[in-house]
């Protein structure tokens, strides 16, 4: 797993100690941006908004949405859409399973 894969997999355990009661928020420094451009992350990455939507498993409602500037993502979204933007491949590679062993 690429470096960026093990970041976000730690993070994902940190926020889940923060809302469980178990970390102190205040110990982590996260900037997460209060406006995104999810239409130019979309076309970064080259995918059609139903590809990008499968890929990243955001509904094609939502990011049709986001991108016409009906809806804004919320912050959670807000922070995956720029990790997204970041480092696609390893958020690719992150989210793809591993074939099982026989």
Same mark, same amino acid.
Do not use: C, N
């Given at each position: 797993?690429?470096?960026?894969?093990?970041?976000?997999?730690?993070?994902?355990?940190?926020?889940?100690?923060?809302? *469980?009661?178990?970390? =102190? +928020?205040?110990?982590?420094?996260?900037?997460?941006?209060?406006?995104? %451009?999810?239409? #130019?992350?979309?076309?970064?990455?080259?995918?059609?908004?139903?590809?990008?939507?499968?890929?990243?498993?955001?509904?094609?409602?939502?990011?049709?949405?986001?991108?016409?500037? *009906?809806?804004?993502? =919320? +912050?959670?979204?807000?922070?995956?859409?720029?990790?997204?933007?970041? %480092?696609?491949? #390893?958020?690719?590679?992150?989210?793809?399973?591993?074939?099982?062993?026989?």
């Amino acid at each position: 797993m690429s470096t960026l894969g093990k970041r976000l997999i730690k993070a994902a355990k940190e926020g889940r100690a923060i809302a *469980r009661g178990e970390a =102190d +928020p205040a110990t982590y420094k996260v900037f997460v941006p209060a406006k995104i %451009d999810v239409k #130019a992350i979309r076309r970064r990455t080259g995918l059609t908004q139903e590809e990008f939507s499968m890929r990243y498993a955001i509904s094609v409602s939502s990011l049709r949405d986001w991108e016409q500037g *009906r809806f804004s993502p =919320d +912050p959670t979204a807000r922070a995956y859409l720029t990790v997204i933007d970041r %480092d696609h491949e #390893a958020v690719e590679k992150a989210l793809t399973r591993e074939p099982e062993a026989a």
